[in-house]
């Protein structure tokens, strides 16, 4: 063999050995992307297991919560006590009841049952404040439909309203009411609620007082020292309740309280509930983290309040 016929052989054996390489590195890279295809399918198979086992536990507390604030299973039973309930409400706020009828709501749910009752009584615009303030202070699972004021004195007023209760299915205390408090109400005690609500007539407009006059041998009037009331602030009402995966990526549920519709947020949204505000920096499988108004970058995790958010390190916000 001469050296031509040498060279050209040892081209094909180059030529073979480049394309059984080439062949081999297509067959790993074909092999190696379905691998990592199929672990990102089950990592993602496995946060969403993972995100439904978390709603479905915070449901499950939430319905445990319900039953310990329900009205007792037999419903006979939960009438009546339900009914006392009230006139000792109303008895002591100093109102005069007129009667507590009970109502046909036509609610009824595989989950729960509603009673209700029409109520009428009369007496002094505190004592309808602090009935009502007794009422939402109560953490039982019940609420107001509709509720009538009319004065028939310049002292005394007309009442007629009518309440909801809820009998939850599964509950298993046979009698007795619920005694909890409720965190649902802003201020502490119903003499701040008499204080500001009764100071003036609800009935008449509103006119704002002249304004003062300077003192005597000054130039300006004196400014008025007195702090202003604290605002009531939505955001403590307001929870991360879940987080769900939308497409390629997470999707926030916060619930407010004190809304009827929770937010959805994703990553880039702003957020402004009460006097908190700012923008979603990311959404994770179990937090949200944002970025406040303040330039603070907090995280909330799963079930706590806007409010109870740990701050991060500033460099938090791009990572």
């Known amino acids: 063999m001469n050296d031509r016929e040498k060279k050209l052989g040892a081209a094909v054996a180059l030529l073979v050995i480049l394309w059984g390489g080439n062949w081999t590195w297509q067959k790993y890279a074909a092999w190696r992307d379905s691998a990592v295809t199929r ?22 507390d939430k319905l445990r919560e ?19 309930w009230l006139i000792k409400q109303l008895q002591d706020a100093r109102l005069d009841v007129d009667d507590v009828v009970p109502q046909r709501t036509g609610q009824r749910s595989n989950a729960y049952q509603a009673i209700s009752y029409q109520v009428t009584a009369d007496g002094r615009a505190d004592a309808v404040v602090r009935f009502l303030d007794s009422f939402y202070r109560s953490g039982q699972l019940h609420k107001i439909t509709s509720m ?8 005394s007023l007309q009442m007629m309203l009518t309440v909801e209760a809820l009998v939850v299915d599964g509950v298993a ?24 609500i009764v100071e003036r007539n609800p009935f008449v407009a509103y006119e704002p007082p002249p304004p003062a006059r300077p003192p005597v041998g000054k130039d300006e009037p004196k400014r008025d020292t007195t702090p202003p009331p ?23 549920w916060v619930t407010v309280r004190t809304w009827p519709d929770r937010l959805r947020l994703h990553a880039g949204d702003d957020i402004e509930v009460g006097q908190f505000k700012g ?15 303040e330039g603070d ?17 500033s460099t938090a916000a791009g990572s």
């Open 39 to 60: 672990r990102t399918a089950a990592e993602s198979d496995s946060q969403n297991v993972f995100l439904q086992r978390t709603q479905a536990r915070i449901k499950v």
């Open 66 to 84: 319900w039953r310990k604030q329900s009205l007792p299973a037999d419903l006979a039973v939960a009438k009546s006590e339900y009914r006392g």
């Open 148 to 155: 009538t004021l009319t004065p028939v004195s310049s002292r």
């Open 173 to 196: 205390r046979q009698s007795g009411l619920y005694e909890g408090e409720s965190d649902r109400l802003a201020l502490a005690s119903a003499d701040e609620y008499v204080e500001r």
């Open 230 to 252: 604290p605002r009531f602030n939505e955001a403590e009402f307001a929870f991360l309740t879940g987080v769900v995966s939308v497409g390629d990526r997470y999707q926030a």
């Open 279 to 293: 923008k979603v920096v990311r959404v994770e499988a179990k937090q949200l983290v944002v970025e406040t108004e």
């Open 297 to 313: 970058v907090i995280e909330i995790g799963m079930g706590e309040k806007l409010t109870d958010g740990r701050q991060l390190p």
